[in-house]
């Protein structure tokens, strides 16, 4: 089955129960997220259902609420990490439009976020209004969790996965966590959780600065290489993968395994995914020839 044929089912079944599905697209900068999420909502057009989509970024902060709430990072970014957001809008729509009758169409109402203003800091824009019978959202932190202390501690300590983050960076880990408290009420309402994940870590960097310079030729590139830097630092030191994207992807409903073109390796639910990677990683380190890169 492909995640196309799969997701009609799901969210045709819901559909026809008076339900209004709620899925989660999680994958980091640059995984090809919005440009799934497009496709997806052709395919689901084309069966009659209508899928909203929405990203994390359209629930960023006012400018100038965002810069207070991120003031003194280690990134100096101005957006990106857990607490650059209002997640509560996006909740406040989504209940709003779970609320409505269940016959007949409802209306659906989500805050939207505009990359190119403010000479690429964004801002907010007027909200978009349209009936859905699912939505979307996606981004990199979709479904992210706040650790519990003791799990939070043992993860700093065993270094694990933090090979590339800076002594200040890791400092900073304990606020990103606590920030993503916020974000759980929104987390709960999914029904579906899809991850799309890297087959190496060093991939995102290179994602999106291929991406911008497609951007860029097309007269539409708005942020500068080292700026592009920090945005996908960010997010990969804010919160390490190892300590809150796995956890996403082993409770996913589908996962995509992506190599560096972004072509699918693997594809699954979220733990035979973790299992194949987990085999795929103990005959790499058994081999003389090879490295385990995860």
């Not at 209004?129 to 799990?151: I, K, N, Q, R």
Request: with cysteine; glycine share 10%; charged share 20%.
């Amino acid at each position: 089955m492909t995640l196309e044929s799969w997701i009609l089912a799901e969210l045709s079944g819901r559909v026809s129960r008076a339900e209004r599905p709620f899925i989660g697209l999680n994958g980091p900068v640059g995984a090809g997220k919005s440009t799934l999420a497009r496709h997806l909502q052709r395919v689901c057009a084309k069966a009659g259902l209508r899928l909203a989509v929405a990203s994390i970024d359209d629930a960023y902060l006012p400018w100038q609420e965002r810069q207070r709430a991120m003031a003194g990072n280690p990134f100096g970014v101005t957006r990106v990490p857990p607490g650059s957001h209002e997640p509560q809008l996006l909740l406040h729509g989504l209940q709003e439009w779970r609320a409505q009758p269940a016959e007949g169409p409802a209306q659906l109402v989500l805050p939207r976020f505009d990359k190119t203003l403010r000479g690429g800091d964004g801002d907010r824009v007027a909200d978009w209004d349209g009936e859905a019978d699912a939505l979307l959202l996606e981004g990199w932190l979709v479904g992210c969790c706040c650790l519990d202390p003791g799990a939070l501690e043992a993860g700093l300590v065993s270094d694990q996965g933090l090979e590339g983050v800076s002594a200040l960076e890791r400092q900073w880990i304990p606020h990103w966590n606590q920030q993503l408290v916020a974000y759980q009420p929104l987390w709960e309402q999914l029904d579906l959780q899809l991850v799309l994940w890297p087959a190496r870590w060093e991939l995102p960097l290179r994602w999106r600065l291929q991406a911008e310079a497609r951007q860029r030729r097309r007269g539409g590139g708005w942020m500068a290489p080292a700026a592009l830097s920090a945005v996908v630092r960010a997010s990969l030191s804010s919160l390490p993968p190892r300590l809150y994207q796995r956890p996403v992807l082993q409770r996913a409903d589908w996962v995509r395994v992506l190599d560096g073109q972004r072509r699918t390796l693997l594809e699954g639910s979220g733990a035979g995914v973790l299992e194949q990677i987990e085999v795929a990683r103990e005959d790499q380190a058994s081999s003389p020839s090879s490295s385990a890169t995860g």
